[in-house]
Structures are given as C-alpha cells and as structure tokens.
C-alpha cells in the first residue's frame, strides 16, 4: 500500500513561501492514473483541497489559490512538494498530501471528502506569524 509523509518547517512567516515535501512509499509517483495531491484544514473549518500533480507530472491547482501555488516533483526521490507563496495568517493549517487512483472531477477537488483519496499523510501543522 502506498504511504505518504509530509516535511516542512512549522512556522512561516507573513508574506514568505511555504514549502513542504511528500515522500511517497510503497508505489511510484509515476504508477498511471494516480493523482498525487495536497490538501489543507484550517482550523475549525473543512477540508481545502490545493492542487495536484498527476502521473505524467501534469498539475492542476485550486482558482482561489493558482495565483500563489506550485506543485513540482522528483521522481529520483519519490517525493512532491508544495510551495504557496505570499502567505498570510489565513494560511495556517494542517497540511496533507493525499493520493488518489482513477478519475478526478471538478466537483470531488471542490468539495474534497477523507474518503476521495485512497491514501493519506498524517498532515503537519504549519502557522503563519511573525
């Protein structure tokens, strides 16, 4: 089975980039037709889905976050990352990468359920504060 674990620093200041990396065990980034994703929970709200990088290293991002959003790869290491740029206190959040096998719609990325994705990281806590 595929596991996933996500890395970071925990505290990110105002108006820097947060970064994050998902190393991916048990299976191949590359394995066809799995979505590689990162999700996010704010406190006391739902799940947030991000964006994703798919099996041919093609991504796709969530409109209200596109603008300040990168998704790359490496498939040496067996690891995506994250970097969402111009941060601010409305960023903090538990972050999540999070697998999926087979088809992906526009209405499971915008209303994302735990269930949607095969597989999940344990999440880090990231804060943005100066």
């Known amino acids: 089975q595929v596991q996933l674990q996500e890395s970071g620093p925990g505290l990110v200041k105002p108006s820097q980039t947060l970064s994050l990396t998902c190393t991916v065990s048990g299976g191949s980034i590359t394995r066809n037709y799995y979505y590689w994703s990162w999700i996010r929970q704010p406190p006391g709200k739902g799940l947030e889905w991000i964006g994703y990088i798919d099996y041919s290293g093609s991504t796709y991002y969530s409109p209200s976050l596109k603008s300040r959003t990168s998704i790359s790869r490496d498939t040496s290491k067996n690891q995506f990352t994250l970097q969402l740029s111009s941060v601010t206190p409305e960023d903090t959040a538990m972050y999540y990468c999070?697998?999926?096998?087979?088809?992906?719609?526009?209405?499971?990325?915008?209303?994302?359920?735990?269930?949607?994705?095969?597989?999940w990281g344990q999440g880090t806590q990231v804060t943005v504060s100066s």
């Open positions: 999070a697998s999926r096998v087979g088809v992906v719609t526009l209405a499971l990325l915008t209303t994302p359920r735990r269930t949607d994705f095969g597989s």
